[in-house]
């Protein structure tokens, strides 16, 4: 017998409670489907920290990327993308294909973005219209200072747009403190729900924006949604994802229950045991600022091991799914998921596989030499 485990950092455990949430199916147009969408939008302003208005579209989260371009712009807009990896380049992408004038400032992968670069962009380019970063860069482990960008770029009339996609309800983010006018989230990740939403919370500097920018858009449109949303009770435009809805109704609620300072606290926790793990291996981190990777653990592969061959191993032998590197990273690293619905045995029982990958595959581990470093660290805790 063999249990899966999914261990990636996205999409992630799906706690029973939030599972079985969706096997009801209810009308849209009903008062029922009016109070979810309420508790439903206020548990978001929750995990955003915001009092900004809240957009749900049914997409993935890139459909929120999108939506955020698509908005706040109009062609030939120039905007600043601070990119160090995957999603980085797919804020790059969007923007260049909707045609807005994109000064890119880009890192090596595994480096974080230098908020004076920020400082140094701004003031060489005043007519800058927006400022894209990505919060956790999940193809690297990175996670941004959001909070040093927003400092810098709230002096600016920029628009200050987030990819928290992974970094949501993983890592601190706090939208309105930190100045961002455009948050971008996903269901998939920290919030512990299926694949399917995806979450954009919307300052007012960001509304005005919305109200002159010239980009086509039809279904992701924001003032179609604020429209409907501000009914009584709020309804959507078009028919919503309902069962996600429910599902990430009892998300939200656990993560009201647990508080957001623990859920974070939680996350970090995990992320240093899983480290602490990860070196007592001999193993070397990918992200250079380590400290501040708590939603995923990006490991580089040991000479002479393709990092596919480990996570391929770990799927077909031990049910264990962990995501390996992405684009140029692929084969290079792997990546450990604590994101969302983790315990201390998830962390355990991934370090334990590793353990057992690598020795499989010929790297020399002495068998709960990780398990043992990161569960004494969890004890502590
Ligand atoms: C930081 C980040 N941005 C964007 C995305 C894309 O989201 P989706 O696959 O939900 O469209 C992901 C997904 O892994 C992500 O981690």
Redesign the pocket.
Known sequence: MKKDYIFT??PTPVPHSVSVAQSKMIHHRSADFGELFSRVLDGLKYAFQTQNDIVVFA???????EAAVANCFSPGDKVAVFNG???GE?FVEIASFFGLDVIQVAYNWGESANPSDCERVLSENPDIKGVML??????TGVVNDVEAFGRIVRQTPALFVV?????LCAAPFKTDEWGVDIA?G????GLMTP?GL?FVAVSEKAWKAVETARLPRYYFCFKAARKSFSKTPPQTPYTPAITLLQALDVALKMIKDEGLENVWARHELFARATRAGVKALGLELFAKDSSRASVVTSVISPDGINSGDLVRLLRSKYGIFIAGGQSKLKGKIFRLGHVGYFDRYDIIVQLAAVEFGLKELGFPVELGTGVSSAMKILYEE
């Open positions: 950092p996205g997409s993935s989260g890139t459909g929120g990327l990896g995957k999603f797919r990505t919060h956790s860069e999940t193809s990819d928290t996609i992974s970094g971008v996903g269901s998939q990740k694949p995806a």
